[in-house]
């Protein structure tokens, strides 16, 4: 048990279609980031928010969006659905800095189609 | 350029014995980290091991050791008295301190198979 949990688990969504995926981070971990997960590959950074701001994206376009909350939750958006999103989403929470690992949940499995 | 790079699409290894998973990695900063991560089938992510690039002996937690070569630029994990519950998907991930918070960049993964 990592204390970070993702929901939906699995999600089928219809090209064009708007989603949010959920994440509940570690107590005390300030930093959440999330991952996609495309079959067959390793994770690719999405983007990172720190302190409910984004402060760090990958090459993703702007239909890839989020949300960090105080109580360091965190929502991923994606916009006008393509069927290349579909994925395992994986998020992650940590510490800024030092040593310490990132903390991931199960994922959510989004199929498109 | 590839910042991750693990060769072995697949490997397998007997029940018992010892095996080593290669990662390579390429960059220009002085201060970054190593991780290994172990994802079996469900799709969690399991933090095993982590490197940094100051830490001047290699890392040990458990049956797993981290072979750190500098200098190569390697950073190859061995597990010892391999188990069937460790027949998972196996990722390489560097963090570099320059880089936006604790951005993880991930190689392509190796699939280890332990045969009983």
Not at chain 1, 69 to 84: G, I
């Amino acid at each position: 048990e990592t204390g970070v949990t993702q929901s939906p688990t699995h999600l089928i969504k219809t090209r064009g279609q708007q989603v949010t995926l959920r994440c509940s981070s570690q107590s005390g971990h300030n930093t959440v980031s999330w991952y996609q997960q495309a079959l067959g590959q390793g994770p690719q950074f999405i983007f990172q928010y720190y302190r409910e701001e984004e402060n760090g994206r990958g090459n993703f376009p702007p239909r890839f969006s989020g949300l960090q909350f105080p109580n360091y939750s965190s929502e991923l958006n994606v916009n006008a659905l393509e069927l290349d999103d579909s994925a395992l989403y994986l998020c992650a929470s940590s510490l800024v800095g030092g040593k310490t690992e990132a903390f991931f949940g199960q994922g959510t499995r989004l199929t498109v189609v | 350029a590839q910042k991750i790079t693990q060769t072995q699409p697949g490997m397998f290894v007997q029940e018992k014995e010892a095996v080593t998973l290669d990662c390579t990695y390429d960059t220009s900063d002085q201060s970054y980290g190593l991780f290994w991560y172990k994802q079996p089938s469900s799709g969690e992510m399991i933090f095993l091991i982590y490197q940094g690039s100051y830490d001047e002996q290699n890392a040990t937690e458990g049956r797993y050791s981290l072979n750190f070569q500098k200098a190569r630029k390697s950073a190859n994990l061995v597990i010892s008295a391999s188990q069937l519950g460790d027949s998972a998907m196996y990722f390489c991930a560097m963090r570099e301190v320059e880089n936006a918070g604790n951005m993880l960049t991930f190689g392509g993964g190796t699939r280890l198979m332990v045969k009983p």
